[in-house]
Each structure stands twice: as C-alpha cells, then as structure tokens.
C-alpha cells in the first residue's frame, strides 16, 4: 500500500486542487463575460509562484496588479499617436521603453512590497493575453474594471492552489517519512 501512496498521493492532491479550479471556474467565469472561463489564469499565477513564500504571494498579487495598470499605461502611449517605421510602430516602442523602465525601478521599492517584477511582468502578459476576449479593446472603464477583477479573483485562486498544493504535499511527504521511520528495518543475519 505505501508504494501506491508514494506514487499517488501527491499527484492525486494535484489533480484534486487543479479539478477544484475548474470547478469554481465554471461556477464564477460566465459572471465576468458570458462563456468566460479564465482557469488559465490561476494556472499561470500557480506555475509562476509555485513554492514562493506567503510573503513572496502577496507581493506577486500586488505586483500582477501593478503590471495591470502598466499595461493599460502602455496601451495609452501605444495608442496616443501613430506613428510607423516600416513594420515597427514608434509609439508602440515608446511605450514598451517607458513602461519597462518604470516597471524596473520597482525593484528598488522594496518597503512599499512593489518590488515583485515577476508578479508585474505576469500582470503585463495576463492583460495582453486576456485581450482575446470580449473586453478587447479596454477601450471603456467598465471593461477595465471586468478584466481587473478577472486578473485578482484568478491571480488569488492561484496562489491559493499553489499554497495548498506546496503545504499539502509536504504534510504527505512528512507522514510517508514517519511511517518509513516506525517500519522496522530488516537486518542481516550472518
């Protein structure tokens, strides 16, 4: 039996927490935008702070809300004027240059817990990746707001897998060592 613990208890916790994301996916994701499903979501956020401390987790939430609103500043500069170089878009390089400077001297705010950059480069590409929805372009406030919601709700889902997954399997891996420990071991007879 402990054989089949060793080989299955962790992966089994795995898929149970990663089926309880789909689960309240398919519960909350049609409230944001009909047919909406964001799993995607806490699944980056969980791959992304897997193993991070609690600390490190509230930092990278702040963070990815952080990279949301540095993202809608990109946008904005992106979109202020138009302006081309053959294929290269000048306002959309302007934009990226002044926004990931901004971005960088966070690192240095590390009192004010802003200094996660993962979490704000994750920000970045979890809002350009969810313009394929219905809220493309954010182009109103209203749809700002949805896709801010969005990323918190499923940023906090995955931190909390990611949390329980790490908690958990370490709690399997203590009771499996315990009962390693408490088995007699066999000895050689000579």
Known sequence: MKIYLKW???????????SALYIVDA????????????????FAIWTIFYGAS????????IGVIVGFVAALLMMSITNSFDLNLGNISISCLIGVFIVNGL?????????????????VFAGIFLTFSGLGTSLAPLSE?????IMLAILAVYTILGLICGFFSI????KIKGALAQKEDAQPKATEEK
């Open 103 to 119: 971005v960088m001297m966070l690192d240095k705010t590390e009192k004010l817990w802003l200094n996660s950059i993962t979490g």
């Open 141 to 145: 406030v209203s749809d700002c707001f």
């Open 8 to 18: 299955f208890a962790i992966p089994l916790l795995i898929a149970v927490l990663a």
């Open 167 to 170: 908690y958990c399997t370490g």
């Open 54 to 61: 609690i600390k490190d987790r509230i930092k990278g939430f």
């Open 27 to 42: 519960l909350i994701g049609g409230l944001f935008v009909d047919g909406g499903s964001f799993m995607w979501v806490g």
